[in-house]
């Protein structure tokens, strides 16, 4: 596939993100932040499991922990955190910041080069963000904020590590390997989840099941492929359509308002991950590591 294709690709992952808020007010209202977690992550990722029929072994065991933790179990802990201390346009912002850690760890970690364009790129989409979500009425609490970025943080590591760390898989299973690593790290702490299992509805099923298949399994999948074939910071740069397309289904399907000012930020977001992915432009996909590596 182009580049365009691979990148049009990709953008289907945060497009489909978006839908999560929907998901999640609608159809799990009366489940707390840790049990959607670990029922998000661990059944998809076994399902994957046992579609693929393949294990990490040697040094990727542990490997698969570390992503687990910073793309799944940290992530989206400290994710729910800071959606719980911050109102959601505040957290949407701190979000949006996750491609600036993308950018440089990539540097560090990736020796990739750090572009002008591409650092104004995501300032300006990170304001059109800040113009699509926050409200004058937006509070800070210092410790939702800490929460935001280092959840930012985390998947942004996770996102270069990802691509440094690439097994001889196919995305599919290398995405099984990360969601259960996640789902296994966030169990323990299942226990002191105040939600009662007992009071789980048909109707939290469905939408538990969309967002384990689709929006953690599916889009993963998508996800991990991106990353292996793009830059981490242009595939970094596409997750900003996230907030975009919640503002979207917002408006279309829970009739909600969309203002001038959320307008001009819906314009200002797509025109600065155009101009973004145009600054970053160039596959440089890494080389596939050979079948031994993967029994190291």
Known sequence: ?????????????????????????????????????VLRALPAGLLLLCLVRQLPQGHWIWKMFVLGALNFAVFWSLLFYAAYRLPGG????????????????????????????????????????????????????????????????????????????????????FTSWQLTAGGLLLLPFAPFAPTDLSSVTIENALGLAYLGLIGAGVTYIIWLR????????????????????????GWVILQESLTVMQSIGMSTVLLSVLVGQYALRGKAKLPRPTTSALRA
């Open 1 to 37: 596939m182009s580049r365009p294709s691979d990148l049009a690709l990709t953008a289907l992952a945060p497009l489909i993100w978006g839908s999560s808020y929907i998901v999640t007010t609608q159809f799990l209202p009366n489940l707390d932040p840790l049990t959607i977690s």
């Open 90 to 173: 505040v957290a949407a912002v701190m979000g949006a910041l996750q491609p600036f850690v993308v950018i440089f760890a990539a540097r560090v970690l990736l020796g990739s080069q750090i572009k002008l364009l591409s650092l104004v790129s995501v300032a300006a989409a990170a304001a059109g963000v800040a113009l699509l979500v926050l409200t004058p009425q937006a509070d800070l609490d210092l410790w939702g904020v800490v929460a935001g970025l280092a959840g930012s943080a985390s998947m942004g590591l996770g996102t270069v590590l990802s691509r440094k760390w690439q097994p001889p898989v196919s995305a599919l299973t």
């Open 226 to 249: 991106g990353i292996r074939l793009i830059q981490p910071a242009a595939v970094s740069l596409l997750g900003l359509l996230s907030p975009l397309s919640a503002a979207i289904l």
